[in-house]
């Protein structure tokens, strides 16, 4: 009787151990985990580019890395947020220029400018969506900064709402921002100044466990997670095989 209690608390051990070695972990950006986004283009602007972020409390650490885009030229960029937090289809007309879309034809899926991405010393607040001078000018860049923003709008990027959105595309190929299109969001500027050259939905990243191991997004480095629950579901695994293994020596005896 003994044993046969013994392998049966050896098995259930086994059991339990099994989940907490082998389920994956997911990051959780509201506790400080990653956000990432892949940036495609949209107007055919050929640009693309990654952009990655950290919510702690009312801080947001974001970096993006963009390629594509025109030179010379000032690129508004900024989180969106509201709609229905994704990227619009590359699809819609009516500022001008065939399958063009302007930054209000995409409203209703990436929402408003929540957070304008400027460069120091620039103003990050909705209201410096088009604050030229703050902008990156780069055909290609690297952005990086940390900025300070409301709690809800923070609890919102933490939760997947965000969108990233880069502006400014040269529809005509004439190596610089005209033609006879106003901008929607400011008439004083060319459409091609503020419509969308790239887009990325900011989403938690999650850990996935390839070949053995336990390999996160964004720019954490893979490695084995919960070392104790793998030991813990080895050892119970071995004490399930033992006690089941004296069980069946006890009944035929």
Request: net charge negative; hydrophobic share 35%; with cysteine.
């Amino acid at each position: 009787m003994r044993t046969s209690r013994i392998a049966t608390l050896a098995a259930t051990a086994a059991l339990v151990g099994l989940p907490l070695a082998a389920g994956p972990a997911i990051a959780n950006a509201q506790d400080g985990g990653e956000l990432t986004a892949e940036l495609s283009q949209l107007n055919d602007s050929g640009a693309s580019g990654t952009a990655w972020a950290m919510v702690d409390g009312n801080q947001v650490e974001i970096s993006l890395e963009t390629e594509g885009l025109l030179d010379g030229a000032p690129h508004a960029q900024h989180i969106h947020i509201g709609g229905q937090n994704m990227c619009p289809a590359n699809d819609q007309e009516g500022n001008g220029f065939e399958g063009a879309l302007q930054t209000s034809d995409g409203a209703d899926e990436y929402g408003a400018i929540a957070v304008s991405l400027t460069k120091e010393p620039g103003m990050t607040g909705a209201e410096h969506g088009l604050d030229v001078d703050n902008f990156p000018a780069e055909a290609s860049y690297t952005y990086s900064r940390t900025i300070e923003v409301s709690e809800e709008v923070a609890q919102q990027i933490a939760a997947g709402d965000g969108v990233v959105v880069v502006h400014g595309v040269d529809h005509d190929g004439s190596g610089k921002y005209d033609g006879d299109t106003k901008s929607d969001l400011d008439p004083a500027l060319p459409s091609e100044a503020t419509d969308p050259a790239a887009c990325g939905e900011l989403n938690a990243a999650q850990m996935s466990m390839p070949h053995g191991g336990v390999e996160t997004g964004g720019t954490s480095k893979p490695g084995i997670e919960y070392p104790t629950a793998l030991a813990f579901g080895t050892l119970a695994l071995g004490l399930g095989g033992l006690g089941l293994f004296a069980a069946r020596r006890r009944a035929t005896k």
